[in-house]
T-cell receptor, first 112, second 110 residues
Framework: SQTIHQWPATLVQPVGSPLSLECTVE??????LYWYRQAAGRGLQLLFY??????ISSEVPQNLSASRPQDRQFILSSKKLLLSDSGFYLC???????????FGQGTRLTVV | GQQVMQIPQYQHVQEGEDFTTYCNSS?????IQWYKQRPGGHPVFLIQ?????EVKKQKRLTFQFGEAKKNSSLHITATQTTDVGTYFC??????????FGKGNQVVVIP
């Protein structure tokens, strides 16, 4: 069965520091991968998605970037964090039929 | 782009009572999905509806897809404390993307 791993679970980072969040998927090949952000008490905002290695699409302009160096690996990065980057970051895999999204456990990022 | 709206955003429900949460899309959807996120957790898939007018049940949960495939509802009967959480609907758009509503945060009052 498919599983999705995301780490770390929580992170406290100072303003201006870099960020790297990693997500890996098991049990499937060539998945569509997604990064969502959820502000406190809010909905899910799509940040990036990828349909294959090296292919990244950005949904909203922001201080973050994404990369997909391997088929089952999706990385969210920032060179310099802002206070507004705080939130709950979720990696997801959606099957090609678009029938269901599988989410990782999420990373709760606090920028101080 | 695709917009999915949910109402209400917040609900306080007495344990044992019923409640309904609604989802509306700006465009016709090929399918609609519902997810539940427990406090501190990640969204977990509940169900997908595909056909116009479709109704599906999962124990105390009843999901409905509108005839025009632009709206959906989730009705929960005899609410339990385990029903606490945020319920999201989501509709597909573009290249396998999902647009999520802002969610309905449900608090259950014992």
């Amino acid at each position: 069965s498919q599983t999705i791993h995301q780490w770390p679970a929580t992170l406290v980072q100072p303003v201006g520091s870099p960020l790297s969040l990693e997500c890996t998927v098991e049990g499937t090949s060539n998945p569509n991968l997604y990064w969502y952000r959820q502000a406190a008490g809010r909905g899910l905002q799509l940040l990036f998605y990828s349909v294959g290695i090296g292919q990244i699409s950005s949904e909203v302009p922001q201080n973050l970037s994404a990369s997909r160096p391997q088929d089952r690996q999706f990385i969210l990065s920032s060179k310099k964090l802002l206070l507004s980057d705080s939130g709950f970051y979720l990696c997801a895999w959606i099957d090609r039929a678009g029938a269901e999204a599988f989410f990782g456990q999420g990373t709760r990022l606090t920028v101080v | 782009g695709q917009q999915v709206m949910q109402i209400p955003q917040y609900q306080h429900v007495q344990e044992g009572e019923d409640f309904t949460t609604y989802c509306n899309s700006s465009t016709t959807l090929s399918n609609i999905q519902w997810y539940k996120q427990r406090p501190g957790g990640h969204p977990v898939f509940l169900i997908q509806l595909v056909k116009s007018g479709e109704v599906k049940k999962q124990k105390r949960l009843t999901f409905q897809f509108g005839e025009a495939k632009k709206n959906s509802s989730l009705h929960i009967t005899a609410t339990q404390t385990t029903d606490v959480g945020t319920y999201f609907c989501a509709g597909p758009y573009g290249n396998n993307r999902l647009a999520f509503g802002k969610g309905n945060q449900v608090v259950v009052i014992p």
